[in-house]
């Protein structure tokens, strides 16, 4: 079935670094990009997402990245903070479902 | 902002029992989904649901799965009867569109541990 590719799987920065976080998709027909945070023990939250007529939007520190001829998209988180530890899901909508990346486990340095 | 209820937080069953998984969805939504995560991985799609009908389910919702919505009420996951590769955690979501036209908000989800 489709799938979506994320990578790292595991990715460790220092506080007030950067991270960045990317995905790849094979449905060329998805149109909906939503990233989610969660942390132990929680479900899922939405903290941002881009549709196929976008290809970069930023709310606050979070900033994605659409390509939509490679078929990637990215999340870029700037100036960590302790709070930004958790795992991290993109996710790419096929016909009737969302395709979730396998995650990454983002950890801020002190 | 909107939220979607899930009802037990967590269960605990013998395996070859029998167990339905509530949720109830955001007032105002029409599309259902449920998805399934073991401890640690991804989350993987089960099945959708859409004015009372599947409307697409992955291989892992096994024939001893089922899902409704009876008038109005809990949009529910039955497993009968269990096994033990059916402990994880299961999230229930809820959106007013689907596709790419709208968000789908996830509950809290239930913790089904099969024994």
């Known amino acids: 079935g489709e799938q979506v590719e994320q990578l790292p799987s595991i990715l460790r920065v220092q506080e007030g670094s950067s991270a960045s976080i990317n995905c790849s998709y094979e449905d060329s027909a998805s149109n909906y990009f939503p990233w989610y945070k969660q942390e132990p023990g929680e479900n899922p939250k939405l903290i941002i997402d881009i549709r196929s007529n976008m290809e970069r939007k930023q709310i606050q520190e979070l900033i994605v990245l659409l390509d939509k001829k490679a078929k990637r998209f990215s999340l870029h988180i700037t100036d960590t903070q302790p709070g930004d530890s958790a795992m991290y899901f993109c996710?790419?909508?096929?016909?009737?479902?969302?395709?979730w990346g396998s995650g990454t486990k983002l950890i801020i340095k002190p | 902002g909107p939220k979607v209820l899930q009802i037990p937080s967590h269960q605990i069953i013998d395996m070859g029992q029998m167990v339905t998984l509530n949720c109830d969805p955001v007032s105002n939504h029409l599309y259902f989904y449920w998805y399934k995560q073991i401890l640690g991985q991804q989350m993987e799609f089960l099945v959708n649901?859409?004015?009372?009908?599947?409307?697409?389910k992955s291989k892992l919702f096994k024939d001893q799965f089922s899902v409704e919505r009876p008038d109005g009420s809990y949009f529910t996951l039955k497993i009968q009867p269990t096994a033990l590769e059916d402990s994880a955690v299961y999230f229930c979501a809820s959106s007013r569109d689907w596709g790419g036209a709208d968000t789908q908000y996830f509950g809290p989800g239930t913790r089904l541990l099969v024994l």
């Open positions: 649901f859409y004015n009372g009908k599947v409307m697409e």
């Open positions: 996710a790419a909508m096929g016909n009737y479902q969302l395709i």
